[in-house]
T-cell receptor
Framework: GAVVSQHPSRVICKSGTSVKIECRSL??????MFWYRQFPKQSLMLMAT?????????EQGVEKDKFLINHASLTLSTLTVTSAHPEDSSFYIC?????????FGQGTRLTVV | AQSVTQLGSHVSVSEGALVLLRCNYS??????LFWYVQYPNQGLQLLLK??????LVKGINGFEAEFKKSETSFHLTKPSAHMSDAAEYFC????????????FGKGTRLSVIA
């Protein structure tokens, strides 16, 4: 199947700093990518839809100024958590669809200390 | 609007026993349904999908699921559990296959006892 690569897999940062997470579709082009957040022992919640060449669409309750999304190419979307705080600690997962199937990255465990 | 309900947050079976993970959906349009598996600290891997073709869908690792419109269900089964099946399983629905996000159930953690 298609491959979606997400980097980094783990990151620890200090409160107040920013963290960038990359999501790449390695063997296909993705005009749309999705970013999800997963709290411990809970399901995945859609945060935003990343659209190549245009602004991302955010779900209700997600702060667009805190979670900056850039989809500058057909194979790369980035999520930047700005001025991170401990409550932003979570597991972030991206996905990109192709052929009617959503393929997921490996996820990023963000810990803000 | 779409939603998914997974009955049982934790299911425990003996090795070699039948695995049954339940999923019920709600959708205002014909649904596309998926089962994904997640191992600790990893992304999601697609097990199988239903996209309005055959109602009995076979997936990887011996899993299969049956779409029952009358029951709005899409339960996941495997005849004989293996230790390596221990993981978190998510049922998901979307309005169509393609560039639409998935709505996930809360997940079911499967434990396999030797």
């Amino acid at each position: 199947g298609a491959v979606v690569s997400q980097h980094p897999s783990r990151v620890i940062c200090k409160s107040g700093t920013s963290v960038k997470i990359e999501c790449r579709s390695l063997d296909f082009q993705a005009t749309t990518m999705f970013w999800y957040r997963q709290f411990p022992k809970q399901s995945l919640m859609l945060m935003a839809t990343s659209n190549e060449g245009s602004k991302a669409t955010y779900e209700q309750g997600v702060e667009k100024d805190k979670f900056l999304i850039n989809h500058a190419s057909l194979t790369l979307s980035t999520l930047t958590v700005t001025s991170a705080h401990p409550e932003d600690s979570s597991f972030y997962i991206c996905s990109a669809p192709t052929g009617g199937i959503a393929f997921f990255g490996q996820g990023t465990r963000l810990t803000v200390v | 609007a779409q939603s998914v309900t997974q009955l049982g947050s934790h299911v425990s079976v003996s090795e070699g026993a039948l695995v049954l993970l339940r999923c019920n959906y709600s959708s205002s349009v014909p649904p596309y349904l998926f089962w994904y598996v997640q191992y600790p600290n990893q992304g999601l891997q697609l097990l199988l999908k239903y996209t309005s073709a055959a109602t009995l869908v076979k997936g990887i690792n011996g899993f299969e699921a049956e779409f029952k419109k009358s029951e709005t269900s899409f339960h996941l089964t495997k005849p004989s559990a293996h230790m390596s099946d221990a993981a978190e399983y998510f049922c998901a629905v979307s309005a169509r296959a393609g560039n639409t996000p998935l709505v996930f159930g809360k997940g079911t953690r499967l434990s396999v006892i030797a």
